[in-house]
């Protein structure tokens, strides 16, 4: 069955730095691809979404793209800032389109003034 | 976004006893409704599947007699543990979604249950 590889964390930066979060991905057909964020005491949030290949999903300033040549979607942000600390989850989706979501472990990023 | 209301948010109870927990959509009519299950520190598990009006589908190795899911009107599922024990104690997640084309699934807060 489908299923998700998250980097595994914590992540530490400095307010600016770069940030890139691995998340790998096997999958039989199309899946569509996540990352949701789940700020402290907060429930999951949908961060970005991309359904097919080479899409990229953008929010916040985070993006990713659906790479289908490296089962990749990567997150990514130019420069962190304190309130982006959470923990960040990658999924796709368990079958067809409109089925459950697999997730990945999650990865916590603390961000550092 | 729409809103899921999860509740309690946390519970404790002891052991052999039942505990429900609500997912609600507060603004949206939920065909689908998805139960979780978090681990400290690893990933959301998926439980079950539930539509409104059928039986939950749910996923291999979760006891269905144990975790008892009621889908029963468009905004409202129910996961009852049964008999729980401490090794039942964890999060547990509820998500929705509109309907049965692919949308956007919102989350609930989770309830934090605690066997004792």
């Known amino acids: 069955g489908n299923s998700v590889t998250q980097m595994e964390g914590p992540v530490t930066l400095s307010e600016e730095a770069f940030l890139t979060i691995n998340c790998t991905y096997t999958a039989t057909g199309y899946p569509s691809l996540f990352w949701y964020v789940q700020y402290p005491g907060e429930g999951l949030q949908l961060l970005l979404k991309?359904?097919?290949?080479?899409d990229k999903g953008s929010n916040k300033g985070f993006e990713a793209t659906y790479r289908k040549e490296t089962t990749s979607f990567h997150l990514e942000k130019g420069s962190v800032q304190v309130s982006d600390s959470a923990v960040y989850f990658c999924?796709?989706?368990?079958?067809?389109?409109?089925?459950?979501?697999?997730f990945g472990k999650g990865t916590t990023l603390s961000v550092s003034s | 976004g729409a809103v899921v209301s999860q509740h309690p948010s946390r519970v404790i109870c002891k052991s052999g006893t039942s505990v429900k927990i609500e997912c609600r959509s507060l603004?949206?009519?939920?065909?689908?409704m998805f139960w979780y299950r978090q681990f400290p520190k690893q990933s959301l598990m998926l439980m079950a599947t539930s539509n409104e009006g059928s039986k939950a589908t749910y996923e291999q190795g979760v006891e269905k007699d144990k975790f008892l899911i009621n889908h029963a009107s468009l905004t409202l599922s129910t996961l009852t543990v049964t008999s729980a024990h401490p090794e039942d104690s964890s999060f547990y997640i509820c998500?929705?979604?509109?309907?049965?084309?692919?949308?956007?699934?919102?989350f609930g807060q989770g309830t934090r249950l605690t066997v004792v």
């Open positions: 998500s929705a979604r509109a309907d049965r084309e692919f949308t956007e699934a919102f």
């Open positions: 991309a359904t097919k290949a080479d």
């Open positions: 999924a796709l989706t368990k079958g067809q389109a409109g089925t459950a979501l697999i």
């Open positions: 603004d949206f009519q939920a065909t689908t």
